[in-house]
């Protein structure tokens, strides 16, 4: 049976995570992975996505973009560009967001940086998704 070990996600501006843990699921830039207790020493590039982390029956999710992730046998450590908790994620400023991406995205123009476009889309469309699975839970 795997054991706990310590996850900590911090932001640029604050830490958003500091629990033990019996598993987690990283979005990295290659795609998804998870680590329980134990597992082997790596250092991955982050990807934007959703971060998953159980302790018991509880999980809880983060969305996640851009940064780091050290993984040890023992301890986790996420430096993101960007992390927000579920129960934090502003609804209908992601909404708007998502809004205003595909608007950009359905008139493309030479002054639009479509690829900036997609990836503000992506990340508005993870941020609902995370958002949404709080709201379920409660």
């Known amino acids: 049976m795997a054991g706990t070990f310590q996850l900590q996600i911090v932001s640029a501006d604050r830490s958003i995570v500091n629990e033990t843990v019996d598993q987690i699921q990283v979005p990295g830039s290659e795609g998804y992975f998870g680590v329980l207790q134990g597992h082997t020493p790596l250092l991955a590039l982050l990807g934007t996505?959703?971060?998953?982390?159980?302790?018991?029956?509880?999980?809880?999710?983060?969305?996640?973009?851009g940064g780091f992730?050290?993984?040890?046998?023992?301890?986790?450590?996420?430096?993101?560009?960007l992390a927000e908790r579920a129960d934090e994620?502003?609804?209908?400023?992601?909404?708007?967001?998502?809004?205003?991406?595909?608007?950009?995205?359905?008139?493309?123009?030479?002054?639009?940086?479509?690829?900036?476009?997609?990836?503000?889309?992506?990340?508005?469309?993870?941020?609902?998704?995370?958002?949404?699975?709080?709201?379920?839970?409660?």
């Open 49 to 65: 996505g959703e971060l998953w982390f159980r302790r018991g029956s509880e999980t809880s999710y983060v969305s996640l973009s």
């Open 69 to 81: 992730a050290e993984v040890q046998p023992d301890r986790v450590t996420i430096l993101a560009q």
């Open 89 to 138: 994620i502003d609804i209908a400023r992601a909404e708007a967001a998502k809004r205003r991406a595909e608007e950009r995205l359905s008139r493309p123009t030479m002054d639009v940086d479509s690829e900036r476009a997609r990836v503000a889309l992506l990340k508005s469309l993870i941020r609902l998704q995370v958002a949404t699975r709080a709201r379920v839970r409660g």
